[in-house]
């Protein structure tokens, strides 16, 4: 069979029934079942770890709407026979997303609200006219698919519909809840004091899912996924046999995310086996659990990429699809000394923190540990230890994905919020030849901004470069002259004058001054001032870096007119 790859396919029917590859994941239905007794499960994990295509297989598995054993033949639940036999197709499904009530305002939010019920009773819209529904259930059903219930109807919705259901079929619902907690992130996102924009959203959906959940006699099981375990905020207060999973949590970890032996599976049916190292280096490392997993979305993204280009490069697919909002937030906190914290991480070493899964989005912001809490809950960092179960963890970066991730939205925030008048001091000292304070600017520039790349020497380049270029001017870096390629030759054309600068990365504090003047050395002997003709001042810098420090150096014998 050619290898098909359905990218950003979340129904389960489709998949299957398109002939997409796709990595059985049906195991987790039977463990659901068969080795708990949960009346209601939360499974919070990151965004595009394959949440939707999982409860979108639960509802073909379960639903007593559809006949499902052809689309899951061959998979590993259908080895389970007695259990098929009793579950599959037996049981009346009601499957809600709540991905896209979101808004600027609550009544805008409540009106998405609306049309999202209104749209389940669309898909259900036979209920009502079966017998055995009770009339005053199905004058409200009517309401709500016309888009006109009351408040009280929306809150009482889903047991509304849950009742129809098992007056029909005459079973007991399961109850499917794919992103439960978006409604609530996203009016926190929004909110102001004024508008208690949280609080009125929040009323909502717990009157939506503590109908549905708490004491229902016409609910079978509820399984329900998110990104954060909303605690405090007693939406699930008073469920019985409930039962969250984290990403801390061991049972269940291998079913969101791709394990090594499943990737391997994916390359060598798409015959891309040789891609395995490249892949692993920027989808894999998040540890859930005791499970080590790739994004599914990713690999499937760059697979499909590879089957239309044989050499197509790696790239970030995740950003586009999750906000980096809350990283921002966290370093813009003047309170949070966590500058170090981030270098540490994106030099590729890990940190120590105490972490709880069991957190409120009103008080995400209240402490530093309830941040690095989010941002291992929403993927940004994982765990760096399998085997830790404390709620003091190692973490780190999983990959090169989010690491560029980090670089993109921390570096850039420390870069832009470095006082502009720093900047030219070095400037005024570097075309007055003040060495001294020159090198003081730059190492102060140093420690305000965050350092990665473990200090390379393309670091301390990339840093300069940047400055530069920040301050308007034309900046040439490895361009061939002379002998050679200078570092940095920036330009002043409207004062016919130039800085050369070449860099280097000292072993040690002792040895900075000797490798500035090794750094004159290279320029003078490399000829790089050849060519630099109609430049009346041409001014060269060589500059040692060792970690936060700089010292810079100039051969103020070719502070003249260029050579000829």
């Not at 102001?192 to 609080?199: D, H, K, L, R, V």
């Not at 995740?318 to 000394?337: A, E, M, P, Q, Y």
């Amino acid at each position: 069979m050619d290898f098909k790859v359905g990218v950003g396919k979340s129904d389960f029917a489709d998949l299957r029934n398109s002939g997409n590859y796709y990595v059985d994941k049906t195991e987790i239905i039977y463990e659901l079942v068969y080795d708990t007794d949960n009346k209601v499960t939360l499974f919070t994990r990151p965004r595009r770890f394959g949440k939707t295509l999982m409860m979108s297989m639960m509802e073909n598995f379960f639903s007593i709407r559809k006949d499902s054993a052809e689309i899951f033949e061959g998979l590993k639940i259908a080895a389970h026979k007695e259990f098929c036999s009793e579950w599959m197709n037996q049981y009346p499904v009601l499957f809600v997303s709540f991905k896209d009530v979101e808004a600027e305002n609550f009544n805008d939010a409540f009106d998405m609200l609306k049309v999202r019920l209104a749209d389940i009773c669309k898909e259900y819209s036979d209920l009502p006219d079966h017998g055995a529904v009770d009339a005053d259930d199905r004058e409200i059903f009517l309401r709500l698919k016309a888009q006109n219930g009351t408040y009280a109807d929306v809150k009482n919705s889903l047991k509304t519909i849950m009742r129809m259901m098992q007056a029909v079929y005459g079973r007991q619902v399961i109850f499917l809840l794919d992103e439960y907690d978006v409604p609530i992130a996203k009016a926190n996102e929004k909110d102001t004091a004024a508008n208690e924009f949280y609080s009125a959203m929040l009323d909502v959906i717990r009157g939506v899912m503590g109908t549905a959940l708490k004491d229902n006699e016409y609910l079978k099981f509820a399984v329900i996924t998110g990104c954060l375990h909303i605690a405090k905020e007693s939406i699930f207060t008073g469920t019985n046999n409930f039962v969250s999973y984290s990403v801390l949590d061991e049972d269940f970890s291998e079913y969101f995310g791709f394990l090594d032996c499943e990737v391997a599976e994916i390359l060598s049916a798409a015959g891309r086996s040789d891609k395995a190292d490249v892949i692993k280096e920027w989808y894999d490392g998040y540890i859930f659990g005791n499970s080590s997993l790739y994004c599914p979305w990713d690999v499937m993204n760059y697979v499909s990429a590879l089957r239309k280009r044989r050499n197509a490069k790696p790239k970030n697919y995740w950003k586009f699809t999750s906000h980096n909002g809350i990283l921002l937030t966290f370093v813009k906190r003047r309170d949070f000394k966590v500058k170090s914290k981030f270098e540490t991480l994106m030099n590729g070493g890990t940190i120590v923190q105490t972490i709880s899964d069991k957190l409120t989005y009103d008080t995400l912001h209240c402490s530093e540990d309830n941040l690095w809490s989010v941002i291992l809950m929403t993927g940004y960092l994982t765990k760096a230890d399998a085997g830790e179960e404390e709620e003091t963890v190692s973490l780190k970066i999983p990959n090169q994905e989010i690491a560029s991730i980090f670089e993109d939205t921390v570096v850039t925030f420390f870069e832009n919020t470095i006082d502009n008048s720093m900047q030219k001091s070095m400037m005024d000292a570097l075309w007055n030849q003040d060495e001294r304070e020159a090198s003081r600017v730059i190492s102060e520039l140093l420690w305000k901004t965050i350092s990665y790349n473990d200090y390379h020497e393309d670091y301390y380049h990339a840093f300069l470069t940047g400055i530069f270029v920040g301050l308007g001017y034309e900046v040439e870096s490895n361009k061939e002259k002379g002998l050679g390629r200078p570092d940095i030759l920036l330009k002043d054309d409207d004062n016919r004058r130039v800085i050369i600068i070449e860099a280097k990365r000292s072993g040690s504090e002792s040895d900075m001054e000797a490798d500035c003047r090794e750094a004159l050395h290279q320029i003078i002997g490399r000829k790089y001032a050849q060519g630099l003709y109609g430049y009346e001042q041409i001014f060269c810098y060589g500059v040692a870096f060792f970690q936060k420090q700089a010292m810079i150096k100039c051969d103020k014998m070719i502070d003249k007119t260029a050579e000829k």
